[in-house]
């Protein structure tokens, strides 16, 4: 699974092709032992994050939002997502 980017431990992932698992832009979380989707709005969609660590991706999600729904764009069409910048 293509990592858009890793910060404070948190990694974030956005899948190929993943468009028929929820039919609105996300991307994948992994901290620990949790998992989560995260829409590009930042809205929590399904699993559980620490709330610290949500707030840090919802955070992330609003600076970079352009990037994120280009690479959800690219996703869905079987291209590289690319890298977006970490959390600072």
């Known amino acids: 699974m293509p990592e858009l980017c890793r910060f404070y431990d948190i990694a974030i992932e956005m899948v190929y092709s993943d468009d028929a698992q929820l ?14 989707s995260v829409g590009v709005d930042g809205e929590l969609l399904s699993g559980s994050l620490p709330i610290k ?24 069409r079987n291209m590289p997502a690319g890298e977006i910048a970490p959390l600072q």
């Open 53 to 76: 660590q949500l707030k840090m991706v919802q955070a992330w999600a609003v600076i970079h939002e352009d990037e994120l729904y280009r690479a959800w764009n690219n996703a869905v």
């Open 23 to 36: 039919q609105r832009p996300h991307f994948l979380v992994y901290y620990k032992e949790y998992e989560a």
